[in-house]
């Protein structure tokens, strides 16, 4: 029986290495968010998954599958912002959920070596509603929940190709709240976080033997975790309040910590302190109303301000189901006084140099994956939409459960009744 | 003073004579709204769609005293009025938002003002959100950069019953009462499904189930129909002496809707469910004016259509719990398809109400996708005409056409587009926000000394 599956596992692998299809995608306006202007009436081939050539009149190979641009946008694939997807399938059916922990009996604990990759399940459908809309690739995030800690968890950039090999190497964060949503778990004041959190990697850098005492927050195995993010990986700080991103930047620079700020509604106001620092921060645009008390200078051209003071930005904030919503999130950052180009890098090159994938993601340059969406119009814009997407240099099937739904009911007063229309 | 009580008297009097209302005397909590003065205005040169249906270019329109007088094209003006280039702009009707909860769950979301849900019993028909909204919300003003004139703050959805929506202007007041929309009718917040079984069931209280939920809204119908009886009966008695009955908030509201005074708008995401509650209001005679988020209304838009039944929808919103999971971003389009169609795009939310065009914008957008032909002159209804309609105050404000409330909007640009913003935004011919002119920004008394959130 294992012989079986370690053989079909095996014809899978190779199914998507050598099988790759190749296909040339002619006469597009590329957007390669490496550089301002779009290369016009340009092709771009794709091959063994990989952007292998971009240039103009392009010799097609014979096995190559042509795709006429007709002038439109292609992009990368685009970054979902920090989700679920593949982690919850009905946000209210608690067991099908999956992205936070709660364990009740341990109120006060950290679980850093909780890690949500582990229950990243590629073939949700959530995903491929997502994915047609031209999300190729997700942060997945470890949330706060009830009786969860300051710490919340590990998550991991995966790509969304269907593979249940998704894991994005090198992007492996670890998840942290601080600020009001987070006071539950520090005695209701939060200055007790950064003595909680100044505890946790007090005991990770210590022998077991030497903490013998009584009221730990990690486990032996959070030690070690911990221990491993105090010397490599990313630290994805959940704050708002200006006051909160400066205490962060201290405990980034006292323990050399690679930080990210996610939220960040008052980063415009300390945005040459995250400029200096080189921390980047993942936004929400439409974050503009003052939701809570740490949120009271949130301000629409948030991400404009920050990255005219040289802060590195990604976008972040449509959640699962509507992560699609990022490229409206992007829209609206340039409607409020971002350029374009720093938008599109906003959901494209930008977070994959934050997670350390620029390399082989984010940007459509040779030898890149293969990563690309070709658009109806203007990709920021609300009326576009998807109208091919491929991963790792496939492409995607565009039907979905959402799809099948509409052809089922647009149909005006159909033959047969409208369940065998599928 | 005193010839304004008696005045007020004698409408209650003659209302109650006239059988319109049956307990409810129609000037509690009554509206004190008046609109700002404003010299007459007329905007030139813009592309207007009128929320009719039509689309006008470089064409006019002119408003005084705060109702539109005339829309056309080289319109001409005597000199007391105020001349605005347009070029280049859109102009709409002033957007409608018929599901909000700003007010009573303001922002910031503390524990002392979520006043938007009366949880502490499935039938709590006799509360009033407007009882709730605090005016200094600073989501008003967030909402009027975003174009929206007018909106029905709901109680939220825990209960069967939720209680009465009120129709707002949205300018900036000290009291509700000056912002609540003058001669609009009430909405009765209903709710099915999900919520209230599980905020009952899980206490072991009735509902537990969709069985209970509809056991619970006919043992209340059945109650307010023998309400309604006894007052009737009352009216009706020529006895000089007659008692009038014990009045009662729930049923006054319940016998309202009977009468028609109160409008339905119900919280429902099956088609199975949105049909199930037809035939409940065929069993005790009253309308469904709207149901509300109607996840699957596409499923059975001409039922809706036939029965004259609007649907709010969001533009994509899906999938956070079950009765969501069959969510498609065609179902504003498929809604509005039928002959009688009645779709509308509403928000629920303090973000969404700030970019209802936007929201709008991809409706369209992805029904154009399957080949329909929705233009921009067609999609604004769904959030001018077609919530004005549903919210009873279409004769009133919702369209462009002479004589209406100059309840107005001038765009950057095309409005379906994520890159228009809202330039200047009138209410009643006043001119309350401005999108360059801090003069013409109001801010709530929350807002006031808090950090700068725009401009500097």
Sequence with gaps: MR??????????????????????????????????EPLVDTDVLLRNGRIAEIGQNLQAPDDAQIILAAGRALTPGLFAGITGLGLEEVSLEENTVDYGLSLEHETGMMRPEFDVTLAYNPLSTVIDINR????????????????GGLIAGQGAAVSLGGSFNAIMEGSRSLFVNVGADASGFSG???????????????????????????????????????????NDGRWIIDVDRAADILQVIRLANKHDLQVIIQGGSEAWRVAAQLAETGIPVLLNTLDNLPGSFDQLGARLDNAAILAAAGVRIAFTGGGTHNARKIRQIAGNAVAHGLDWYTA????????????????????????????????SGDPLEVTSFAEAVWIAGQPVDMQTRQQQLLERYLPENPDTPRHYIK | M????????????????????????????????????????????????????????NADIAFRNGRITEIGVDLEMSDDVQEIDAEGGWITPGIIDIHSHLGVYPSPGTVSHADGNEITSPATPGVWAEHAVWPQDPGFEAARAGGVTSMLVLPGSANLFGGRGVALKNVPATTYQSMKFP???????????????????????????RMGNLAGYRAQWIKAQAYKDKWDQYHASEEEDAEPPQRDLAMDTLAGVLNGDILIHMHCYRADEMATILDL????????????????????????????????????????????????QENIALVDRPDNGCAIVHSDSAEGIQRLNQEAAKAMARGNRTGMDITPADAIGWITAHPAKAMGIAAQTGSLETGKMADVVLWSGNPFSVYALAEQVF??????????????????????????????
Excluded at chain 1, 132 to 147: F, K, P, Y
Excluded at chain 2, 30 to 48: F, G, H, K, M, Q
Excluded at chain 2, 198 to 203: I, L, N
Aim: charged fraction near 15%.
């Design chain 1, 3 to 36: 012989y079986i599956i370690l053989i079909s596992l095996l014809l899978t692998l190779a199914i998507e290495q050598s099988f790759a299809q190749t296909t040339l995608i002619r006469g597009a306006q590329v957007h390669t968010a490496m550089q301002p």
């Design chain 1, 132 to 147: 047609a809309e031209g999300l190729t690739w997700t942060l997945l995030g470890a949330n706060v929940s009830q009786n």
């Design chain 1, 188 to 230: 209701s004041s939060r200055a007790a976080q950064y003595m909680l959190i100044e505890q946790a990697i007090r005991e990770a850098k210590s022998t077991p033997r030497s903490l013998q005492y009584e009221h730990r927050v990690l486990t032996l195995t959070g030690r070690d975790i911990l221990s491993r993010y105090l």
């Design chain 1, 344 to 375: 599109l890098r906003g959901i494209t090159r930008n977070p994959a140099i934050i997670l350390g994938l620029a390399e082989n993601t984010g940007a459509i340059r040779a030898g890149m994956r293969g990563d690309l969406v070709l658009w």
């Design chain 2, 2 to 57: 005193r010839c304004l009580s008696m005045f007020i008297l004698l409408i209650a009097i003659a209302a109650a004579s006239l059988g319109v209302t049956q307990a409810q005397p129609q000037e509690a909590f009554a509206s004190t709204y008046t609109a700002l003065d404003s010299p007459p205005i007329v905007l030139r040169n813009a592309t207007i769609l009128t929320g009719t249906g039509v689309r006008m270019d």
């Design chain 2, 183 to 209: 001669d609009a009718p009430h909405g009765l917040k209903m709710a099915c499904g999900e919520n209230p079984k599980r905020v009952y069931g899980s206490k072991s209280i009735a509902p537990m189930t």
């Design chain 2, 281 to 328: 209001a065929k069993e005790f005679n009253y309308q469904v004016t709207a149901f509300h988020h109607a996840v699957e209304a596409y499923k059975i838009a001409d039922l809706l259509a036939e029965n004259g039944v609007c649907a709010a929808m969001w533009a994509d919103w899906w999938g956070f719990k079950m009765e969501a999971y069959d969510g498609i």
């Design chain 2, 427 to 456: 209410v009643d011919g006043a001119l309350v926000y401005h999108h360059t002119d801090l003069e013409h920004q109001a801010r709530s008394d929350f807002m006031l000394g808090q950090q700068p959130t725009a401009g500097e």
